[in-house]
Structures are given as structure tokens and as C-alpha cells.
């Protein structure tokens, strides 16, 4: 793929991801004539959905270009941003090609959510989807699948198809692809993150969450290609860092590339983890209800949002420190984040024992803060090529 081509191919996905209309679930609802049900980050089943011909769209907030106005008289002005601008949105009219939302168990702020979305939208299907923090298949695992199926009977009640078996096993094999693309992209910014900027990436997993999984995984496809066959990105002398600690509200864009400008080579991060939850592929063969409840009780990955049973907090980061090569780590939560600012201490005690450097900052949709920002990411990453070099 020529450069112009990949140029062309971004265009079309920061397009995607800037739409706040949801024009291609618009186009998606009047060619299919099915369901579109939005999902509040950071995780849901979607094969369950696209197995019953409903397309997820992922609500992942709105940026500073959006004035928050109607929104701001439903949470106090200390809640984080995502909240607010979801409801601004849906108020708008801007979220209207939805034909009901999910959300998650992810704080108390997005419980919230739902019962504000119920009174406000009454004729939209909401779901609070509670998730198990016992993982006993036994205890937990049986909670997560009576879910599921209530799930489902709520969808095929909406106009959704019922469950099938057959239907859902062939879903999740089309989602083993998308995710291992994922996995690749993530591999390939790992051994060379010249040749996938972190902020152009971010755009592309972006604009997958809002479009059928067939459209994401050619999307995904095209775009490795380009970034394979490119002969113009040269490695620069940047430090290699991992962000962690934006799980749920995405950072800016603009938050990005401040720190790609101030030599950060970003190589592994949280960004748009409903692609990455699951950490391999799910086995097709079998009940494959029991396969997605057990995929999210032994294969999930480490979150602020998921109890550690057995585990240690702070051992996933580690690993992820080493398996990326990351030289440093920035711990980089959205302003009021209660799940994430409460977990990071723990992280940051982890980090500190393996003496990789780190530094801390919040952000929120404030562009005012980024130059801040940049000096602080560029001192950083100044230090780590100093010391390194020393």
C-alpha cells in the first residue's frame, strides 16, 4: 500500500472517529434494518450481540471540541468527563441511531448512568451488565451465564434474532480474528513503534468500536499492510514507555501526540481494551456460552475494575513492562477516576520494586494542561536516555 493509500486510510478512520452522529451506524440501521445497541467501555460480550444481528458501538465519550452544557446539570463538576459528555450527546440527539445502551460494571458513576438513561430515554433498552468478582466457575462463572442468557432474552425481545448456538460459535471465531490483528499491531509497535505511531493506531482501534466486526477486521487488515509496506518512517532516538491507567474515559488525541512530540515512543498502553480484554482466542468448540464465561473468568486481563483473587496487583504491569521493552512507565489516569487513581499506589509500589523508572500525571479534556504535560513526558524521556546512556 503506497503512502498516499495509508494516508487515505487514517483520513477515513479519524473521520469515523470524530462523527459524533454515529453516521455509520446510521448508514449500518437503514441498509440491515437491525439493532444497534451502544456500550459503555471498557468490556462486553460482543460476539453474544453480533450473534444475534446487533451491532455493538462502543461510547467512548466526546473531546474538547464538544461544550458540555446539558449534561453538567446532571453530575457535579468534580465527575469525570465521560459521563457528562455521554448524556450531552444522547441528548442532542447525536446517539439517536441507538436502539438501547449497555453498561457495564465499571463504578459507581456509570451505575449511575444507567438509571439516568432509563429516566431519560424510556423507550430504549438499558442494561446494567454486572460482572462476577468471585471466579469460581461454580459461584461466579454460573452468576456470569444467567447474564448472559438474560442478555440475550432482553435483545431477542427488542427484535433482536434468539440465541443460536451455531450462531454464536462462528461469531466468536470472527472476534478471535479481530483480536489477533490486535495482538499483531500490538506485537509489530512493540519491535518497531516508528513504524505504528501510537496516536494513529489509537485512531484506527478507535473507529473499530463503532463499526460492523467484518468492516473492523478489513480496516485493521489494510492498515498493517500500510504500515509494512511504508519506507518513509525512520527510527527516531525516543524513549520507550508504557501508559497505563486510562482503562475507561479515552485520553485526547491531542494528549497522545504531546507525548509522542516530547520523545516518548508509546509501545504498550490501555487504550480501547474491549478488543484486548480477552487475552486469546476463545475455543469455538463446545458450549460456547460456557467458552465466553470462561474466557472472562481465567483469560481477562488485570483491570482496576476486576478484583485479583490469587494474583498480586501489579505482577500484569510487570510483565507487560518486560514483554514490551518499555524503559519507563507512565501512569496516566483521567482526572476524578476513582477505579484507577485508588489502584495506582499498588501499581506504582510494584513498579518501584523492579526499579523501572515512572512518572504520574491526570489529564481531562482540558488542551490547556498539555503543555504542562509536555515538559514533564519530555523530562522524562530525556532521563531515561541519559541514564541509559551513562
Known amino acids: 500500500m503506497a503512502a498516499t493509500d495509508l494516508s487515505a486510510l487514517y483520513s477515513r478512520a479519524e473521520a469515523i472517529y470524530r462523527d459524533y452522529s454515529l453516521g455509520t451506524v446510521r448508514e449500518w440501521k437503514a441498509r440491515t434494518g437491525g439493532l444497534a445497541i451502544g456500550y459503555m467501555p471498557i468490556y462486553i460480550p460482543t460476539e453474544l450481540l453480533h450473534a444475534q444481528g446487533v451491532l455493538p458501538v462502543g461510547l467512548l ?26 448524556i450531552e450527546l444522547g441528548l442532542n440527539g447525536k446517539l439517536d441511531p441507538l436502539d438501547g445502551v449497555i453498561f ?58 434468539p440465541y443460536d448456538a451455531e450462531a454464536l460459535r462462528a ?52 492498515y498493517r499492510a500500510g504500515v509494512e509496506a511504508a519506507d518513509d518512517r525512520v527510527p527516531l532516538d525516543q524513549a520507550r514507555v508504557l501508559l497505563t491507567g486510562s482503562f475507561c474515559e479515552q485520553p485526547p488525541l491531542g494528549l497522545i501526540r504531546t507525548l509522542e512530540r516530547a520523545g516518548c515512543y508509546i509501545v504498550d498502553d490501555d487504550f480501547v481494551q474491549i478488543h484486548r480484554w480477552i487475552k486469546s482466542d476463545i475455543p469455538t468448540a463446545g458450549d460456547p456460552l460456557d467458552n465466553l464465561v470462561q474466557a472472562f473468568l481465567s483469560d481477562s486481563i488485570a483491570s482496576p475494575t476486576r478484583y485479583i483473587d490469587r494474583g498480586v496487583k501489579g505482577a500484569e ?31 506504582v509500589r510494584a513498579v518501584e520494586q523492579t526499579q523501572v523508572p515512572w512518572t504520574a500525571f491526570k489529564y481531562s479534556e482540558n488542551t490547556g494542561q498539555f503543555q504542562v504535560i509536555r515538559e514533564q513526558a519530555g523530562t522524562f524521556a530525556d532521563s531515561i536516555r541519559l541514564w541509559s546512556q551513562a
Not at 61 to 69: F, N, Y
Not at 125 to 132: F, G, I, T
Open 61 to 86: 465519550g466526546a473531546r474538547d471540541d464538544l461544550e458540555i452544557i446539558k449534561g453538567d446539570a446532571y453530575y457535579q463538576s468534580y465527575i469525570c468527563h465521560i459521563p457528562r459528555s455521554t
Open 104 to 161: 457495564p460494571a465499571i463504578c459507581d458513576v456509570i451505575r449511575n448512568l444507567s438509571g439516568m438513561w432509563q429516566t431519560l430515554f424510556p423507550n430504549a433498552l438499558v442494561r446494567y451488565l454486572d460482572v462476577p468478582q468471585n471466579f469460581d466457575p461454580a459461584i461466579g462463572g454460573r452468576f456470569y451465564r444467567q447474564e448472559l442468557e438474560s442478555l440475550s432474552a432482553d435483545l431477542a425481545a427488542r427484535g433482536a434474532r
Open 317 to 347: 504491569l510487570i510483565e507487560r513492562v518486560r514483554t514490551s521493552g518499555a524503559e519507563g512507565v507512565l501512569f496516566c489516569a483521567p482526572s476524578f477516576c476513582d477505579p484507577a487513581l485508588l489502584d495506582q499506589p499498588m501499581a
Open 171 to 222: 461469531s466468536i471465531g470472527v472476534h478471535n480474528h479481530l483480536r489477533r490483528l490486535v495482538r499483531d499491531l500490538y506485537t509489530l509497535r512493540q519491535a518497531a513503534p516508528w513504524k505504528v505511531p501510537t496516536s494513529e493506531l489509537y485512531v484506527m482501534l478507535r473507529a473499530t468500536v463503532v463499526i460492523p466486526v467484518e468492516d473492523a477486521i478489513v480496516l485493521l487488515q489494510q
